[in-house]
């Protein structure tokens, strides 16, 4: 029975120890299949090179340039490669847990023609399976002026497609979604921005609104 207890004792201090790991530590333990061309060795090697102040780069598996852009005890923003970044967060629940919140962001020849996708996991890396961590309707990124007509606005609307959702992490967690607009000519695109909105989401313990 002692011995139960002093392994209970020790798996709960090796927990609470694990949870309290920082940016760089979720970095390093990434599992390889999340990004299979930046293992440990080079994801190491990038988290150190960022600690010694010097340009936090190194060459993946397929010869590419992979950039540790910024890195706190909380947030990392990675430029996995010219068309793909991946943002980081460190979130606490309203029960004391922790969950990482990941930013995988697919970039276009410009910045109108990004599409994220968002997930969540525990410290383990293992997925999340709450449906309620985040909602975003892409209705919510659109707006009719007060001054435009139904018609017109209904004009612009036939204009986005597809629909491609866009999303940045901020060093403060928060995140900041948009429409993408990739198929638009530039005078296209300057009629849309009139309904075109952008929508600021914070945590709030359980969920992004």
């Not at 847990?97 to 890396?125: K, M, N, P, Q």
């Not at 403060?172 to 990739?182: E, M, N, V, W």
Request: glycine residues 2%; hydrophobic residues 40%; charged residues 20%.
């Amino acid at each position: 029975m002692k011995r139960f207890l002093a392994w209970m004792v020790f798996g709960l201090a090796f927990s609470s120890a694990f949870a309290q790991r920082q940016m760089r530590d979720f970095i390093i333990l990434l599992p390889d299949s999340f990004y299979d061309y930046l293992n440990t060795t080079k994801r190491t090697e990038m988290v150190d090179f960022y600690a010694m102040g010097v340009k936090a780069e190194t060459q993946n598996l397929l010869s590419e340039t992979t950039v540790l852009d910024s890195l706190t005890e909380n947030y990392a923003d990675i430029r996995l490669s010219e068309r793909s970044r991946l943002q980081l967060g460190i979130l606490t629940t309203t029960s004391g847990d922790t969950l990482l919140c990941a930013v995988r962001s697919f970039l276009g020849e410009a910045s109108h023609a990004t599409e994220s996708e968002i997930a969540f996991y525990d410290i383990y890396w293992r997925p999340d399976t709450s449906a309620s961590r985040l909602s975003m309707d892409p209705s919510l990124l659109l707006h009719r002026p007060d001054t435009m007509s139904q018609v017109r606005y209904d004009e612009l609307l036939r204009l986005i497609d597809p629909i491609m959702t866009s999303a940045v992490m901020a060093p403060d967690l928060s995140l900041t979604f948009s429409l993408a607009t990739p198929l638009l000519t530039q005078a296209e695109r300057e009629e849309l921005s009139a309904i075109l909105l952008q929508r600021k989401l914070k945590w709030n313990g359980e969920s992004f609104n």
